[in-house]
C-alpha cells in the first residue's frame, strides 16, 4: 500500500522518541495491506530489547491485545500502540486483559470495540493514554500495599486487599460508560472529565440530560444482592453511588428501606464498599429484581425479564405468616399432611387448618414445623410483598 504523504508525517510524529525503527516501518507498512503483531518486532529499533511474541501457539489473540487490521487503521492508532502507563504497562496489553472469554463476541469483536473506544478518548476527548489506563483503576480498585517492600505480610490484609479488589463494574463496561458521560459533558457545557466519584456525576450528567439514571446493586449477573445480617444491621455490598458527604443516594440503589433507623456506605469513589442499613422492628427491606414471566427469579440476560422490587426482610411487627409456604415445603419433602401432623404432635385437622390459613400454629408448633420440614430462616415463613418498580 502506497502511503500518503500525510500518514509519513503522522507516523513520523507518532513514534518520535520511540523504540522504533522508522524506515523499517514505513518499508513494512508499505508493503503490506493488512498489518499484523509482527510489526512490532520487525520494525523495533536496535537499541529495543523486548521480546514481541508472535502469533501462532506462543501466544493467543487474547493474551496479544491486537489482531489483523487494515495499513490505515494501524496508522491511525499508532500513538496508542507504542504508549504506556507510569507501571510501564503498554496499551496492547491492557486490552488484552480486558478482553472476556465468556462474552457473546468474539475475541477480535471485543478488541475492536475497545480500540473504537480507545480511539474517541484520544483523538475527540483528547484523553491521554495513561489517563485512559489509570482513570478506571483508580475509581475501581484500592491502590495495593506493597508488602515486598515492606516484607510485612499479614492474611488478614491480603484478605482485605481481596476483597476490597473486588467489582461489579468491569473496567470495559467503565470506559462505555465513561465515554458516554464525556460526549454527555460537551451537551451538557461541563469540563469535569474525571470526576472524584464517576458513577455519582455519570448519574447527575445523565439526569441533566433527561436520561434514565442507572440504578446500582441488581445489575450484576447474580438476581439479587447478597444480604448479611449482624445484629439490628443488615448489609449489603457493592458499588454504590453517594454524594460528597459519603451518604448513600438510595433513589439510585437497587434497595427500598422503609421504616430503618439509619442508613450509611463506606464506599470510596467508584470501588464497592458496604451499605449498612439499621433497621427497627417494623423496618421492612425491598430488593429490585429481576423475575420472567411467572414472577420467578431470573437472570439479568433474559430479555423477557421484568423488574420489581421483591420484599428481602421483615421485622417482627411487619411479619405475616404465610400458610401456602408450608404446603410448599411439604410438597418438596414429598410428605402427606398426616405425615407432618404426626411429627408435630398434632391432629391432621388441626393441620389441615393451618395449611389453607383458617388459624395459625403457635410459636412452639412452629419451631417443630420448622424443624421438621427444615426451614432455616423464619423469613421464609412469612408473606412477601411486591411493589411496582416506579413506586417511589
Not at 20 to 47: G, R, T
Not at 119 to 142: C, H, K, R, W
Not at 172 to 197: I, M
Request: overall charge negative.
Amino acid at each position: 500500500m502506497n502511503l500518503t504523504e500525510e500518514q509519513r508525517t503522522f507516523i513520523k510524529k507518532s513514534i518520535q522518541g520511540k523504540k522504533v525503527n522508522e524506515e523499517k516501518m514505513l518499508s513494512y507498512l508499505e508493503s503490506h495491506d493488512m498489518v499484523d503483531e509482527e510489526i512490532f518486532d520487525k520494525c523495533k529499533s536496535d537499541d529495543d530489547r523486548t521480546i514481541y511474541f508472535g502469533y501462532g501457539f506462543l501466544r493467543s489473540t487474547k493474551e496479544r491485545g491486537f489482531y489483523p487490521i487494515s495499513v490505515d487503521t494501524f496508522v491511525k492508532r499508532l500513538p496508542l500502540f507504542y504508549d504506556r502507563d507510569d507501571r510501564g504497562m503498554s496499551l496492547r496489553k491492557w486490552v488484552a486483559d480486558l478482553l472476556e472469554t465468556d462474552s457473546g463476541d468474539t475475541v477480535e469483536q471485543q478488541t475492536e470495540e475497545i480500540y473504537r473506544l480507545l480511539e474517541f478518548f484520544y483523538f475527540d476527548a483528547g484523553v491521554t493514554v495513561e489517563e485512559i489506563m489509570n482513570y478506571p483503576s483508580i475509581q475501581l480498585y484500592p491502590e495495593k500495599r506493597n508488602r515486598a517492600q515492606t516484607g510485612h505480610f499479614d492474611i488478614n490484609e491480603i484478605l482485605e486487599d481481596a476483597e476490597a479488589g473486588m467489582t461489579d463494574i468491569k473496567t470495559k463496561e467503565f470506559l462505555v460508560r465513561w465515554a458516554d458521560y464525556l460526549g454527555l459533558c460537551r451537551e451538557l457545557g461541563w469540563n469535569d472529565l474525571y470526576p472524584e466519584r464517576f458513577i455519582t456525576r455519570y448519574n447527575e450528567a445523565r439526569e441533566a440530560a433527561c436520561l434514565e439514571p442507572i440504578i446500582y446493586g441488581y445489575e450484576s449477573e447474580s438476581t439479587r444482592l447478597n444480604m448479611v445480617r449482624d445484629g439490628n444491621v443488615i448489609r449489603f455490598f457493592g458499588n454504590f453511588p453517594c454524594d460528597g458527604m459519603g451518604r448513600p443516594i438510595m433513589k439510585w440503589i437497587g434497595i427500598k428501606a422503609e421504616n430503618i433507623k439509619s442508613v450509611t456506605c463506606n464506599c470510596i469513589k467508584s470501588r464497592r464498599g458496604e451499605l449498612r442499613i439499621e433497621i427497627l422492628p417494623d423496618s421492612t427491606i425491598y430488593l429490585l429484581t429481576y423475575l420472567d414471566e411467572e414472577g420467578d427469579y431470573t437472570s439479568v440476560n433474559n430479555q423477557n425479564a421484568i423488574l420489581s422490587w421483591e420484599q428481602e426482610y421483615a421485622g417482627p411487627l411487619n411479619m405475616v405468616f404465610n400458610h401456602e409456604v408450608l404446603k410448599e415445603y411439604r410438597v418438596y419433602k414429598k410428605m402427606t399432611q398426616k405425615e407432618v401432623a404426626d411429627a408435630v404432635g398434632t391432629s391432621v385437622r388441626t393441620y389441615q387448618k393451618w395449611e389453607n390459613g383458617e388459624t395459625k400454629p403457635d410459636c412452639q408448633f412452629l419451631l417443630r414445623l420448622m424443624n421438621w420440614l427444615e426451614i432455616d430462616d423464619v423469613q421464609y415463613l412469612i408473606s412477601e410483598k411486591s411493589i411496582g418498580f416506579n413506586v417511589e
